[in-house]
């Protein structure tokens, strides 16, 4: 057990919808990243959260939005749902924001 | 840009046995990290093993060790007596700075018993 919760585990939703998937960091961790595995793309950044502020974007698409609130979880909405973005997605967690990352065990989502 | 690079796509090991996984690395950067994860079947991400550009000793945790060859841009896990839980997939990913991870496409271990 990595330390990091995130829920849902799984979510099944269909195209147009919106969800948004949540994440709390190991306990004293400041830095949240949000990251996407899928089968075609591997896994690719998304999003750094650094103590509230967003810290670094990556392959994040508009339809996708994050926030840190100040007790320091994490939630990434998701817009607008493609069947494309049917994936796992991961958060992770550092003490500040050069360490190691632990990962959530994730959440699946499904778009129908 | 950063790039990880696996180039097994599958390896197969008998239980008890010994297994290196490949990794090459790409960076213009002196100061970077290396980890390696492991994630089985049920999806989680684990952190294994950590190795930091400027460390002199190959680092190792448990029956992990990377043998990091910093000319040779390669950070190679093994894997010394191989359990059937070591089956999983397996990523490489390395880190600039303070920027975030680069992962590799990752290398399917499976043990046999």
């Known amino acids: 057990d990595s330390g990091v919760t995130q829920t849902p585990k799984h979510l099944i939703t269909a195209t147009g919808q919106r969800v948004t998937l949540r994440c709390s960091p190991r306990s004293g961790d400041l830095s949240v990243y949000w990251y996407q595995q899928s089968l075609d793309q591997g896994l690719q950044f998304l999003i750094q959260y650094y103590n509230g502020e967003e810290r670094a974007k990556g392959n994040i698409l508009e339809r996708f939005s994050a926030q840190q609130f100040p007790d320091l979880h994490s939630e990434l909405n998701l817009s607008s749902l493609e069947l494309g973005d049917s994936a796992l997605y991961f958060c992770?967690?550092?003490?500040?924001?050069?360490?190691?990352?632990?990962f959530g065990p994730g959440t699946r989502l499904l778009v129908l | 840009a950063q790039k990880i690079t696996q180039t097994q796509p599958g390896m197969f090991v008998q239980e008890k046995e010994a297994v290196t996984l490949d990794c090459t690395y790409d960076?213009?950067?002196?100061?970077?990290?290396l980890f390696w994860y492991k994630q089985p079947s049920s999806g989680e991400m684990i952190f294994l093993i950590y190795q930091g550009s400027y460390d002199e000793q190959n680092a190792t945790e448990g029956r992990y060790s990377l043998n990091f060859q910093k000319a040779r841009k390669s950070a190679n896990l093994v894997i010394s007596a191989s359990q059937l839980g070591d089956s999983a997939m397996y990523f490489c990913a390395m880190r600039v700075g303070y920027s975030t991870l680069t992962f590799g496409k990752g290398t399917m271990l499976l043990v046999s018993p």
């Open positions: 960076t213009s950067d002196q100061s970077y990290g």
């Open positions: 992770a967690s550092a003490r500040l924001g050069g360490e190691t990352q632990y």
